[in-house]
């Protein structure tokens, strides 16, 4: 009696561990798909890009024409005093040069859009981690149909037919320990 009374626990107490494992899976297979959830929302990320300023043509040649007239300006300032009439001419053209790019900067509209440029981007780092979720989903799910212990081990029993000693049937049946 007292080995039956054993043995019955022992499957209850394997009935409440197989229960526990079930659960413990279950939270698991929840938390995972919520972290799906949450890297499929960062998979796609919006990346706005500032439009640059574009000048014109004109601003751009007179610009290099003032710094290379600065230049010409310094070279003459070097061989010559910055009182010498070539030197005070050359000032005077850099004068000119950045009065005219003045001019052309007010008449010209600007040739910059003001905001900028967004676009959808995938985000590498999200789509790794949701294929490893989705890949760690699968594993959950294979162990939550497994059994949780070893199966009951089963024990032949053989026994003959009445009044033929020759022939023999095999019957399984669990061994109760």
Request: glycine letters at 2%; a positive charge; proline letters at 5%.
């Amino acid at each position: 009696m007292q080995t039956r009374q054993a043995n019955i626990t022992n499957i209850y107490q394997r009935i409440s561990a197989e229960k526990q494992r079930q659960s413990l899976l279950e939270s698991n297979l929840n938390n995972n798909k919520n972290s799906q959830s949450q890297a499929e929302a960062n998979l796609s990320v919006a990346i706005n890009t500032p439009n640059q300023q574009v000048k014109n043509q004109n601003l751009i040649n007179i610009e290099s024409d003032i710094s290379r007239k600065q230049q010409e300006c310094v070279a003459v300032e070097r061989k010559y005093q910055p009182a010498y009439p070539d030197v005070l001419a050359c000032h005077d053209q850099v004068k000119l040069l950045e009065d005219r790019k003045a001019d052309l900067e007010r008449t010209e509209p600007a040739a910059a859009q003001t905001g900028g440029t967004t676009r959808m981007v995938t985000n590498s780092d999200a789509a790794h981690q949701l294929a490893t979720l989705k890949s760690e989903e699968n594993n959950i799910r294979a162990r939550s149909m497994l059994p949780s212990c070893k199966p009951e081990p089963w024990r032949r029993i053989w026994w003959s037919r009445p009044g033929n000693s020759k022939r023999f049937r095999t019957r399984s049946v669990p061994v109760l320990r």
